[in-house]
Structure formats: C-alpha cells, structure tokens
C-alpha cells in the first residue's frame, strides 16, 4: 500500500469516526447529557493515531460542525454566545488532543526504532565477538604444534651446544627450520584465501 492509499484510508477513518461518534449520541441521548461533546474527543484521538495530523485535524472541524448541527440550538451556524464559547472550547481541545496524540504516536514510533537499531547492534557485537572467539580458537589450534615444536627445537639446540655435542644441535635447528617452514606454508594458506575475498569486496 503507497503512502497516497493510507492517507486516503486515515482521511476515511476520520469521517467514520466522527460519523459513528454522532450517530450514538443521537441515538443514545441521555449519553453524556451534562456534556454533549462526550464522544466527540475519542473519535478525534482514533483519526489522529491512525491517519496523523491531517485526519485529525478534519476530524476535529468535523466534530464541531457536527456538534453545532445536531446538538447545538438554533440549528447552523449562528449559535449564541455560551454555544459559540462550547464550540470553540470544543475545537480548541479537539486541536490540542490532535498534536498531543500525533507526538505521542511519534515518540512511540522513534522508541521503536531505537529498540531495533539497538538490538541489531547488540546482535552484530555478539557475532563479532562470537567470530573473534572462533578465530582465536582456530589460531591457536594451527599454530600450537609449530610453535611448540620450535621452544622444544631451540631448548634441544641450546642444550647439545652447552654439551658439545654438533650432531644433536644440528638435528635440533634442523627440526627448528622443519617447524618454521610449516609455520610459513600455513600463513602463505591464509593469505592466499583471503586476497580473492578482499578483491571480491
């Protein structure tokens, strides 16, 4: 549904409302018989939070003409004085209750949206630290075997050198450089799968 479509819709509801507001306190006089303009604000409160400030503001001119048509002595427009002072009071408060629910129903929308955005953040922060978790879990598997079998070479090396002894030394910087080269093969892995993922980018 466009945005011409529900202001249509919201302009509809306001004279529904306002119709239907009429129509009981026609048919039910006695309702509010100390104030006829009872049900009047109600309907205005409807057509505002559905439609906004353009259906509530009909709504509200809507309702008193309508309270001056049908409740209001002489019938028309040319009312006496205290009925003039009620329509007035009557529009003014219909106006009021207009802006009062049109920021309301704004604040409440902007709340909304504050939730979502926050909770999305709260998501993306769970799965960054959910993927630095798995990529420090993932390092430290492949690189603890090099990485030992390179303190166990060294200590070997330092140890047949404190010794004299040059073929277990060598043996040990042998299987230091073994260690190093696997290291560096796996880095090289690394880098080469995550060049074409930067360049698809």
């Given at each position: 549904m466009d945005r011409h479509s529900r202001e249509l819709i919201g302009y509809g509801v306001a004279v529904g409302?306002?119709?239907l507001a009429l129509a009981i306190k026609v048919l039910f006089s006695g309702l509010g018989a100390d104030h006829p303009f009872v049900l009047l604000p109600a309907a205005v409160i409807v057509s505002a939070w559905y439609?906004?400030?353009?259906p509530g503001l009909l709504?509200?001119?809507?309702a008193a003409i309508g309270a001056d048509i049908l409740f209001?002595?002489?019938?028309?427009i040319g009312v006496l004085s205290d009925d003039l002072f009620a329509l007035v009071a009557l529009l003014a408060e219909a106006i009021l209750i207009v802006e009062l629910t049109v920021r309301l129903r704004t604040a409440r929308e902007l709340a909304r949206h504050e939730a979502a955005s926050a909770e999305l953040a709260r998501r993306e922060a769970a799965f960054g630290l959910r993927m630095r978790e798995?990529?420090?879990s993932f390092l430290s598997t492949k690189l603890q075997g090099p990485l030992m079998g390179m303190v166990d070479?060294?200590?070997s090396a330092r140890s047949a050198v404190e010794r004299g002894e040059s073929a277990r030394a060598m043996s040990a910087l042998d299987g230091l450089a073994?260690?190093?080269?696997v290291?560096?093969?796996t880095t090289e892995h690394w880098v080469a799968e995550a060049e074409p993922k930067s360049e698809n980018r």
């Amino acid at each position: 549904m466009d945005r011409h479509s529900r202001e249509l819709i919201g302009y509809g509801v306001a004279v529904g409302a306002v119709a239907l507001a009429l129509a009981i306190k026609v048919l039910f006089s006695g309702l509010g018989a100390d104030h006829p303009f009872v049900l009047l604000p109600a309907a205005v409160i409807v057509s505002a939070w559905y439609g906004g400030r353009g259906p509530g503001l009909l709504a509200a001119m809507l309702a008193a003409i309508g309270a001056d048509i049908l409740f209001l002595p002489p019938a028309g427009i040319g009312v006496l004085s205290d009925d003039l002072f009620a329509l007035v009071a009557l529009l003014a408060e219909a106006i009021l209750i207009v802006e009062l629910t049109v920021r309301l129903r704004t604040a409440r929308e902007l709340a909304r949206h504050e939730a979502a955005s926050a909770e999305l953040a709260r998501r993306e922060a769970a799965f960054g630290l959910r993927m630095r978790e798995e990529l420090l879990s993932f390092l430290s598997t492949k690189l603890q075997g090099p990485l030992m079998g390179m303190v166990d070479s060294l200590i070997s090396a330092r140890s047949a050198v404190e010794r004299g002894e040059s073929a277990r030394a060598m043996s040990a910087l042998d299987g230091l450089a073994r260690d190093v080269r696997v290291l560096q093969r796996t880095t090289e892995h690394w880098v080469a799968e995550a060049e074409p993922k930067s360049e698809n980018r």
